[in-house]
């Protein structure tokens, strides 16, 4: 067995792992760069193998930089199944036509302000080539609904662990027999928090694993407990309360923005923070909040706790309105505050948010609250980091509002998360560290080492590939 790292390898975001034994060849997720516009373009323009060479896709969960690129597999020839859970198949679609949508706005606007010499730029897919990855979606329940394996042929087959992350995220396990033995290999995708709104805590894998896939996002650092996002919330709505100013949270559509809305309105129930106007400025959040009750098995006991038992949704609560329509969405600037506005993308690198951002930066009687992970080179990072003026749509702004970062919200397993996990997993030979800046990981590698001083540990480069 070979396994080659071909996205999210020393970064972030394109997660792309091929498994390769005995001729056969499955793709672990196929996601999209996001960063600069022109490096990301280029690099999600191509695979980095043949489409059709490729046997089976196994998709871990429905974020962009894990599903964003299967279009265009799909599009060079890509002919087999893509096994993922149900919730994921449903959520996915939506975020690659959201994808395809974002291209080509972005393209209209770019090529509206061409200069002479520039050539107009194209969408790498459109929503008919995203209508076709539909097609191959093969829905897989958890382990623990099912009770089955997936065999991809008479050598190799799987099972889905939830992996607490977003809806419908999972664990993969693969069990894969060669002529010298089985060979057992766990790949987290993206890893949940124990404790978070909503979701079921990460499940342990209960077999034998040779080989980790993990992610590590946070391996350097811990969490704040979701517990202190009241007083966080309650400063930043009581500022603007004050300044009749205007919050603005950029978040994902999938997973922050229901997380979000799932701890204000349990904390407005309590009367633990001021009412205001909240808008979800988001058509795709709405689109997924829509196909959130249909997997309420999947939630966690606090949810039943909190909502199911008196039969009520997390998601609907007095003073919050989604905004469908782009006239509504305009009409948000000329409301007064106070108000607090949701909308995509998380880490601003399209989507509405960036015309709220425009209106909103310079003003400051404003919020700029940054609830998720900005990665490098992203607006969101900039924002984050206090650099000013910042550039939207080739246009110049000083950043005067204030800038908070809500640090409890994250759907990512922390350090301490990270280790509890894999110490619970039985007879590891190898650890690979993927979706993760080389800070990040080297900072785990080194702890890891520390609690399993014979394990080999890597950090795979780009294009790495390693016999296992
Ligand atoms: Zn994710």
């Known amino acids: 067995m070979k396994i080659n790292f071909l996205g999210a390898a020393q970064n972030v975001t394109g997660s792309k792992h091929l498994i390769q034994t005995q ?35 196994i998709l871990s969960h429905a974020h962009l930089d894990h599903c964003g690129t299967l279009p265009i597999l799909v599009k060079n020839g890509y002919k087999g199944k893509i096994y993922c859970t149900g919730a994921t198949a449903e959520i996915a679609k939506y975020i690659l036509l959201d994808s395809a949508g974002i291209q080509q706005q972005d393209c209209e606007y770019i090529n509206s302000h061409l200069e002479e010499e520039q050539e107009p730029i194209v969408p790498i897919y459109t929503a008919e080539d995203v209508n076709k990855v539909v097609e191959h979606f093969q829905p897989i329940e958890y382990f623990r609904e099912s009770n089955q394996w997936t065999e991809l042929n008479e050598n190799i087959r799987f099972k889905f662990y939830d992996a607490g992350h977003i809806l419908g995220s999972a664990i993969t396990f693969i069990e894969i027999k060669e002529p010298d033995g089985i060979k057992t290999l766990t790949f987290t995708g993206d890893m949940g928090r124990e404790n978070s709104p909503i979701l079921r805590s990460p499940e342990y894998v209960a077999e034998n694993t040779q080989t980790l ?227 990040q990981s080297t900072v785990f590698k080194e702890l890891l080492q520390k609690t399993y001083p014979s394990l080999p540990i890597e950090i795979p480069t780009m294009g790495q590939s390693f016999e296992m």
Not at 35 to 54: Q, V, W, Y
Request: aromatic share 10%; with cysteine; proline share 5%.
């Open 213 to 439: 896939i993990t992610e590590c996002t946070y391996g350097d650092s811990l969490h704040q407990p979701l517990s202190n996002a009241t007083s966080d919330f309650r400063n930043v709505i009581n500022t603007v309360i004050k300044t009749k100013g205007k919050i603005i949270i950029p978040a994902f559509s999938l997973g922050r923005t229901q997380d979000i809305i799932y701890t204000l309105h349990k904390l407005l129930d309590n009367k633990a923070i001021p009412s205001l106007p909240i808008y979800v400025d988001s058509p795709l959040a709405e689109n997924i909040t829509e196909i959130f009750p249909k997997y309420i098995k999947d939630y966690d006991s606090d949810f039943w706790k909190d909502f199911g038992k008196r039969g009520d949704s997390p998601f609907f609560l007095k003073n919050l309105t989604y905004v469908r329509s782009t006239e509504q969405s305009k009409a948000l600037n000329n409301k007064p505050g106070p108000m607090m506005i949701i909308s995509a993308s998380g880490m601003c690198e399209g989507g509405r948010v960036l015309h709220h951002l425009k209106n909103n930066i310079e003003n400051p009687q404003n919020v700029i609250l940054m609830a998720g992970f900005q990665a490098e080179n992203t607006l969101g990072r900039k924002i984050q980091d206090g650099i000013s003026p910042i550039k939207i749509y080739n246009k110049f702004y000083n950043v005067r509002a204030q800038v908070k970062t809500l640090k409890e919200f994250s759907a990512h397993a922390d350090q301490g998360d990270l280790m509890s996990y894999i110490s619970q997993l039985k007879n590891l030979e190898r650890i690979f560290l993927v979706h993760t800046e080389l800070r």
């Open 23 to 57: 001729g056969f060849n499955l793709l672990l997720d196929c996601g999209f760069y996001q960063g600069k516009r022109d490096e990301s373009n280029k690099l999600n323009s191509t695979l980095p193998f043949e489409a059709k060479d490729i046997n089976a896709v």
